[in-house]
């Protein structure tokens, strides 16, 4: 235990710190696919700190709540971020706290940044948080049913336990955790707004998603907001490293080497994630809205499809 | 049909070219009731002091007639209340000239938002303010349960013109879509009044940039058939030149535009790449990238040298082998398919009743392009085809103009070998003592640019009318986005393309 709170402790700088660099390189790789040169892979951070200096512009008819949103739906994120195991497993917090949590951790943001796109009562704002909603309701059943086939397959709803159990002898294939891998996939991409559910880069007020809801924002709540979102898309490549690719990952006590090494493996991980990420956004494009639910029901359906196999598969024991 | 009209009638011998006649409130009406049954097109609808004209065309025999109808006491009757395409023209008219449309089922101004310095700015007597806050715009209601109201605009999230679209919705899905243009009116019409026939030019450059060698090409030939002059032939040849290289470059910019909204910036970066190609190759042959102001009453004022047509050879050879790799790549995109297929479908109905001009018309059926049916020199002895589908959805506006850019580059590339030599630019001939007119139409990259102009003593313009081809496309946008959703109108705004600088004047 006694090395876990300062990797604890290092995890939570960590995933605050490499996020903004994460989505600087996915967008650096999409404008290099797209032939163009792209802004430095550091352009987020100066984003931050641009936004952290404006002055903040509130509507006249907003409430307390709109102020209050983005630092809730910004430290339930950053926390829930902190709970995955990046670099290395064994964490504190860990043990408090499992994979059910971090879905209810980024349902509370979700439903904070619903209630502050309607807040200020503009017609975008509705948009944004109807449509958020809709696909809600089905990205999140869909995310606990991955879980709850992966919980199923380790036999633990932790995620220190599950990376444990992919690096062992028992895990071998599964039909149900690649179910569960593409299930989490598509999730992934609609909540974290990218192509082909939402596009991050769109100027288009009547397709936005996730913009719309944030068209009011300005200044620090704003930085504060898209730090949130930085940090979602670190957490969810980070959730796909961890248990599917786990391997590298620093146990507790493993001596600097170890960390050194799990520290490594995971930025590569995340590198490799992202630009695989940026190429398959390169490639297609925008969904209809109403496509979105078919898309999302997919990821809900092998969800629901790999938890049953496991069910059946396991009947004669 | 025109010749049942206006057979007994003798056109007026001021006018040049097309026949322009005066007609009474009855023959107005019968215009009316022939354009209400689909005999006649009813291509621009434009005021002047104590009248307004209108220009009419029969498909069935590619004939256009201009008719004008006094104001007596500033009244004329409607064409609106036979045919609703006119309306949108009568109401600008009405603001323009303060004549009273009688009949006009739509009252409500269209250019005059009431923060004008005065009201009737083209009458001979403008009236001025009034004083008091002009009434709110009425937008036209939609009623049902659940429904609610979007206003989108005039000012954008993105970098593009003001306009304002109020959309009615139920849930998703528009009830109702109603445009609200007119913010970008610069009072084009009343300031090119007076001017000089070059001055003028320049000014008609200017109403819509990207439409710059279409506007130059349309007024150069109203003014030189008003004064019965023809430019030389290289100077004729050149112009369709810029012409086609225009088109090329704003269809692959309006390609890649379309697809970028649906999020599929590829092909949006390798259009992007093509149309920047085009334009270096039109500021290489010709000195300046839109090559504005090059088409002016009397010829062009750069000559293409040996080098200029190399430069464009080399770049229609470059985009006979690149493009048809974007196209396969559109072509291919399951993803982008399944957004274009489909969306925003313009009937042919409509398309027939609004005159749709360009890719808008051409897409959903409508065999009309200026260059085959109205010919003009060069494209008289050097003809195009016409590009026609007939889904009249996103996709065939995509295709249509997809079609056109590689018709446009075969064009080019067999013009280049036939340009006839000699001068490129001749004087134009003193004016005479009466004043003196004429209609051009020319096919700009969206569609037909008509021209009316007359010119008086000295030179100076006594009226000119740029109609472009926006004011008939913009309706058709607000029946193509009914039943869509409003995610999808983004797609289907961009794939009509219209101009608000063009419409707004």
């Known amino acids: 235990m006694r090395t876990g709170w300062p990797t604890q402790l290092a995890q939570l700088i960590l995933v605050l710190g490499l996020a903004p660099l994460l989505t600087g390189v996915t967008r650096k790789v999409r404008a290099r696919l797209l032939r163009r040169r792209g802004a430095s892979v550091v352009q987020p951070y100066r984003d931050l700190l641009k936004l ?7 509507a006249e008819n907003a409430s307390w709540l709109f102020r209050a949103a983005p ?11 902190a709970l995955v195991p990046t670099f290395a497993t064994g964490l504190p917090l860990g043990a408090a706290a499992d994979l059910i949590v971090i879905v209810a951790l980024l349902g509370t943001a979700r439903f904070m940044l619903a209630l502050a796109g309607l807040d200020v009562g503009t017609s975008f704002g509705g948009i944004g948080s109807s449509r958020e909603m809709m696909f809600a309701s089905l990205a999140e059943p869909a995310m606990l049913m991955a879980v709850f086939t992966l919980s199923l397959f380790a036999g633990s709803t932790e995620l220190s336990s599950i990376s444990a159990f992919m690096l062992g002898p028992r895990a071998g294939l599964s039909i149900s955790v690649a179910l569960a891998l593409v ?19 769109t100027h288009l007020e009547l397709t936005m998603v996730h913009e719309a809801m944030i068209l009011e924002y300005s200044g620090r709540h704003l930085a504060v907001i898209e730090a949130a979102a930085f940090v979602k898309l670190l957490l969810y490549l980070s959730l796909i490293a961890c248990v599917f690719v786990p391997w590298g990952t620093a146990v507790a006590g493993a001596g600097l080497f170890g960390y050194a090494l799990g520290l490594g493996l995971y930025a590569g991980k995340l590198a490799l994630l992202g630009f695989l990420l940026s190429v398959f956004e390169t490639a297609i494009a925008k969904m209809r809205v109403f496509r979105v639910p078919e898309f999302l029901g997919v990821a809900l359906m092998l969800g629901l499809l790999g938890t049953m196999l496991l069910f059946v598969s396991r009947a004669p024991h | 049909m025109l010749r049942a009209l206006f057979a007994e009638l003798s056109p007026l011998a001021t006018h040049r070219g097309w026949p322009r006649v005066a007609v009474d409130a009855d023959t107005w009406r019968a215009i009316g009731e022939a354009l209400r049954e689909g005999k ?15 220009a009419l065309y029969e498909p069935a025999t590619r004939g256009v007639q201009i008719a004008t109808i006094a104001a007596h006491e500033g009244r004329a009757p409607s064409l609106a209340v036979f045919h609703a395409p006119a309306s949108r023209l009568e109401r600008a008219l009405a603001d323009l000239y303060g004549i009273e449309v009688v009949g006009l089922p739509d009252q409500r101004a269209w250019l005059d938002h009431g923060r004008w310095p005065v009201r009737a700015p083209l009458a001979a007597q403008p009236r001025p303010a009034s004083a008091s806050a002009s009434p709110a715009y009425r937008f036209l209601e939609a009623q049902g349960p659940g429904l609610h109201q979007v206003p989108v605009g005039p000012v954008h999230a993105g970098i593009i013109e003001p306009g304002h679209f109020r959309f009615t919705a139920s849930g998703e899905t528009v009830v109702r879509l109603e445009e609200r243009l007119g913010y970008t009116h610069k009072g084009i019409e009343k300031s090119i009044v007076g001017r000089s026939v070059n001055d003028a030019a320049r000014l008609a450059a200017r109403v819509s940039g990207d439409s710059t060698v279409a506007y130059s090409f349309a007024f150069a030939r109203a003014i030189e058939a008003a004064l019965d002059s023809s430019p030389p032939p290289r100077a004729l040849w050149l112009r369709a030149v810029m012409a086609e290289l225009e088109r090329i470059a704003n269809h692959l910019g309006d390609i890649g535009a379309i697809c970028n909204d649906a999020s599929f910036a590829m092909l949006h970066a390798e259009c992007g790449i093509l149309r920047e190609r085009t334009l270096r190759a039109c500021a290489r042959a010709f000195g300046h990238r839109l090559m504005m102001d090059r088409i002016v009453p009397g010829g062009v004022t750069t000559d293409l040298t040996a080098d200029g047509e190399k430069e464009i050879g080399a770049l229609c050879t470059r985009l006979t082998r690149e493009f048809p790799e974007l196209i396969e790549l559109y072509d291919n995109t399951a993803s982008l398919q399944d957004r274009t297929v489909g969306t925003g479908i313009v009937s042919t109905r409509l398309a027939a009743a609004f005159a749709a001009p360009g890719y808008v018309g051409r897409a959903s059926s409508r065999l009309f392009d200026a260059r085959v049916h109205l010919p003009y020199p060069p494209y008289d002895v050097a003809p195009l085809e016409i590009a026609v589908r007939h889904e009249g959805d996103v996709d065939a506006r995509v295709w249509v103009r997809i079609l056109e850019v590689q018709r446009s580059v075969l064009w080019l590339q067999s013009a280049l070998g036939a340009l006839p030599g000699g001068p490129v630019r001749l004087a134009l001939p003193a004016a005479t003592a009466e004043s003196t007119e004429s209609t051009a139409v020319v096919e700009g990259f969206r569609g037909d640019i008509l021209t009316y102009v007359r010119i008086g003593a000295g030179q100076l313009i006594e009226r000119c ?25 983004p797609l289907c705004n961009k794939s009509f393309n219209c101009s608000y600088s063009g419409h707004d004047l």
């Open chain 1, 183 to 201: 299930a989490l996939i598509i999730v992934a991409l609609g909540e974290n707004a990218r192509i082909p559910v939402d596009n991050p880069a």
């Open chain 2, 40 to 54: 006649l097109d009813l291509l621009a609808e434009w005021g002047d002091a104590g009248a307004v004209h209108c």
């Open chain 2, 465 to 489: 009318h740029l109609r472009d081809p926006s004011w008939l496309s913009w309706p058709l946008l607000e029946a193509a986005i009914e039943g869509n959703i409003l995610a999808d109108f």
């Open chain 1, 52 to 58: 952290i200096r404006k002055e903040v512009v509130v």
């Open chain 1, 71 to 81: 630092y809730v739906i910004f430290a339930t994120t950053w926390v829930a971020a």
